[in-house]
């Protein structure tokens, strides 16, 4: 789905008379991936490489890890990569695409590709200690990565052809700085001159890092911090001579060696920004049958108080009022063809959701949308949750982050389970879908509670219906618990890995990474990312439970039915390829995206096992069998290389999963 500042900017600039060129880069590359010839080119490039680096016996300390990364890469099936275009073609045709085996197998075949293009392009993420260091040594090299053609060949061309006065870049997450450079960087090279502009949460959550470091003008020539709205297209003034640049509200920039910051910020007042232009989107970029946009509501979050989010220090919240909210919505709808609308605000306000819903009502407008919100106390009221579904809401996706009361005090998320249960019955009754974002690790969460959170998902198969873990507690300078650890019984300390962690006080910790594996292969984000799980809740309500990453893989190793009585069978969804020394082999997991090392004993229980249903409990048995069978079918099972079923997961397969 098309990032929200693309439409808006798209109309920011046109409102004042500039003409634009829209350019998604990060979809455009893929699509350019999957022209003739050029999957198949990368998988020669990718093969050169590691045949060169394995040729060599001199490698340094760096080839040495780049060589051992690149053969990792062997375990992503040649087979799923090549099936990509049949793929992109399958999800962008509705029958295809409502059809959960085929979605599945197409989503499969997409990310797998995608990890793999992606894998050639270095991350540079701004709360790595080593973040500047490693970002400017690599811009002055020249490797190649799957975004480097598309730039040569397409963008470039057709920037040519436009001749833009200026090109300004939109950078939502901190490590497409890097990217945002390197493509600044080419951009330099063709249009000796042209100027360049970065800005986004990306930049503005590192500005002092980003911005403040001298070596960043080498490669762009401003960067603006916080609303773009009128910041860009003051921007295009001051270029043209109209406007002072010390004006343009949020710009640094660099004067001979010094860097000057902004003068001025502001925040704009959102009921004066014009309605999101989408006519100039090319969907056909994206994998989905219908035109989906990203649409928000507000800026900031009008809660502001949980300790592990960046949105606790944006503190100037703002809404845009339920009228204009109205207005665009009719104008996406009826004139731009958007009738899929994702209201991704940090959390978007329920004044605005309920009258904007009843106006959609009384004026029959055909519109779907799925928001952000949280477990506030609004929803536990029927009335409430009826007019949104009536106002056209399919899916909500609420801040879960614990099923542990005392864990969630302590992030001061204000959630009380009983209310969440209560609101999850008034979801099911008016037939809105669920999704849910958490994560484990926050500090002093012990490894029971974090199992406990699980386990309230798993009590709760019908009406909670897509789990979007997210991963470990991050910690970085935007979060509030980092800069008073000791509040939280915890010390920051710094690993070899460059990022900080958090270490308890009182020494009492867990290893958090066979639990994260686990609900990680089970975490249904990537549907709800690409907008499949809105039109799937919209259209086909009864298939949802089918695209359920929990309901395929089945239960960890943790839940019920104990490992022994479960009948189980390895993944179709894996691929063994043996390791470069040897000794066993590399197993990839496409729910997953992820490559594990096995050893030679677990490849013999997978290759024993087969594909058709076993009892577990037999393997025990078999008198070839380990003395650690157990330890390793858990682990097997939890990292997805085996799958099972359990009541539950059956029973739901074939149920509706909303009234
Ligand atoms: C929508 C959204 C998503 C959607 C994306 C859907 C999609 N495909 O488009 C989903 C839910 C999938 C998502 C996922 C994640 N997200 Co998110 N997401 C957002 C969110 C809520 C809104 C972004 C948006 O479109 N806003 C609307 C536009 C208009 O606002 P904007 O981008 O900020 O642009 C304004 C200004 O920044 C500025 N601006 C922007 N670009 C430019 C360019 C120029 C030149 C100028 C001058 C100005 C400018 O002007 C704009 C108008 O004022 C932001 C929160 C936020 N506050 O922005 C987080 C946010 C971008 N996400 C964030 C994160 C961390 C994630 C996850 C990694 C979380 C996780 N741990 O899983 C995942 C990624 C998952 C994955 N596998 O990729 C962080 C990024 C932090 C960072 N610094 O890197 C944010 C900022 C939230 C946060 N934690 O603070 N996210
Ligand atoms: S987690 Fe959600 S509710 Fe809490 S501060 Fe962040 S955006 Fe607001």
Redesign the pocket.
Known sequence: ?????LP??NACLKARGHATLLADAGAEAFSYALRPGVLESYLAFFDGAVESLEARDDLTDAERAERDGLRRLRAYPRELILECRDAARKLRDPECFYDPETYRRADRVIRTTHAFLNSFTPQFD?RNQTFSEDLYAHLTTSSRDAYFEYYENDLLSRLEDFRPDLV????????QVGTGLDLSRRLKGRFPGLPV??????????ADLVLGDPRFYDYADFG?V????E??PD?CDALEGRLPLDQVP?LWRRDGDTVVQPRTFKN?DLDESPTPDYTDVDFSHYMLPEKAG?Y?TS??CYYGKCTF???SF?LSFRMRSAERVFDDVKDLVERQGVKYL?F???LTPPATLARVSRWVAEQGIDFHWYA?VKFDHIYTRRDFVETLSKGGCRQL?FGFESGVQRVLDRMKKGNKLDRIEVILRNLDEYGISMAG?W?VGFPTETEEEARESWRFWRRHPDTMHLSLY??TF?LGP?VPVYHNPEDYGVEIVYGDDGYARCVPLDGEDWDKEPLHTALHVRSD??V????AGLLYAAHAPEKLYALRNVNMVGPTSMDDPPLEERRAWVSKEIHLEPAPDGSGVLGYVAESLRTFELDATDRDILLAMGDEPVLLGDLFQHPQAPPDLRERLARLVDRGFIESRDAVSEALATTHPVA
Request: a negative charge; glycine letters at 16%.
């Open positions: 789905m098309v990032f929200g500042a808006l900017f701004p300004a870049m939109s950078c939502p997450f901190s490590p502009v970065m800005g986004g949460t990306g930049v503005s959550d590192a603006i916080g609303d773009g709205e910041a860009l921007l949020g704009v990203l928000t800026r900031g989010c960046p949105e944006r994702h991704f605000d940090p952000e996706q974002t994560f997210t991963g991050s935007e984000i990537e709800t990312i690409c907008g």
